[in-house]
């Protein structure tokens, strides 16, 4: 999959990619790593004292912050570019038979990432999370479905849109001014997989990532990527709730 123009019209420069995912970076970090614990020290809470239920409302903020911070960043950097005009971030519902055959053969190959990640289990057995204790099994394991309904919207709703955006709706198309199309994809899934800081992880975040970055390409349309990478959480999601097996 070769092409000699870039996905999209490319109006902003290496530097200005570069700006975008520096300060997205910069912010998911200071979010999980300035602003919630100095949140809950102003409030006298530690994280390890919640509730299921506060540890879930808690990674609700965090993400809800985490899509204002990359929805802004975006907006902030690129406007004067007027993105929007070019075709950029387009997530369109109709028609379905633009998107719909292309997501349905996206799915087909989720068995493939089911694979990946059991067997990245294996290869990383004692591999832990960056942000500690999986609190999200520990949600799970309480029964509470207050959390568990929160820990869903949080997995399903506001992870996909946010991570969507600034990987397959910026990064991809932004690459394709200076690399092939294939190179793009790779590279952007790479990058995805990366920003989970697991290794567990990473080979199925890969694969994952190649595959909504292919949807992108091939629809034109970011709505598809979100929705895929939403049923793909709500997979993972059911896997854990019903037979307490961790596989991202």
Request: glycine residues 6%; contains cysteine.
């Amino acid at each position: 999959m070769q092409q000699s123009q870039p996905l999209l019209q490319v109006p902003w420069t290496a530097g200005k990619i570069f700006q975008v995912m520096f300060l997205w970076l910069l912010a998911f970090w200071a979010l999980g790593y300035f602003a919630l614990p100095n949140s809950l020290d102003l409030l006298g809470l530690e994280r390890g004292d919640l509730s299921a239920r506060g540890q879930a409302l808690m990674h609700l903020l965090l993400d809800l912050g985490e899509l204002g911070a990359t929805l802004f960043i975006l907006w902030r950097c690129l406007h004067a570019y007027q993105p929007l005009a070019l075709g950029w971030f387009r997530a369109r519902l109709r028609p379905l038979r633009s998107w719909l055959c292309p997501a349905l053969l996206a799915c087909a190959f989720f068995p493939l990432v089911d694979l990946a990640a059991a067997r990245s289990q294996g290869w990383f057995p004692y591999d832990k999370e960056l942000w500690g204790p999986n609190v999200l099994e520990q949600s799970l394991a309480s029964g509470d479905m207050v959390s568990n309904a929160i820990y869903f919207v949080v997995v399903t709703v506001c992870a996909p849109v946010w991570e969507e955006a600034i990987f397959r709706g910026f990064l991809l198309p932004s690459l394709t001014r200076y690399m092939p199309l294939t190179a793009a994809i790779v590279v952007s899934a790479l990058s995805f997989a990366g920003a989970h800081f697991s290794l567990q992880r990473f080979l199925p975040l890969v694969l994952l990532g190649i595959i909504f970055g292919t949807l992108l390409v091939r629809t034109r349309n970011l709505l598809p990527c979100v929705l895929l990478h939403s049923l793909w959480n709500a997979y993972i999601f059911w896997q854990l709730t019903c037979r307490g097996t961790v596989v991202m």
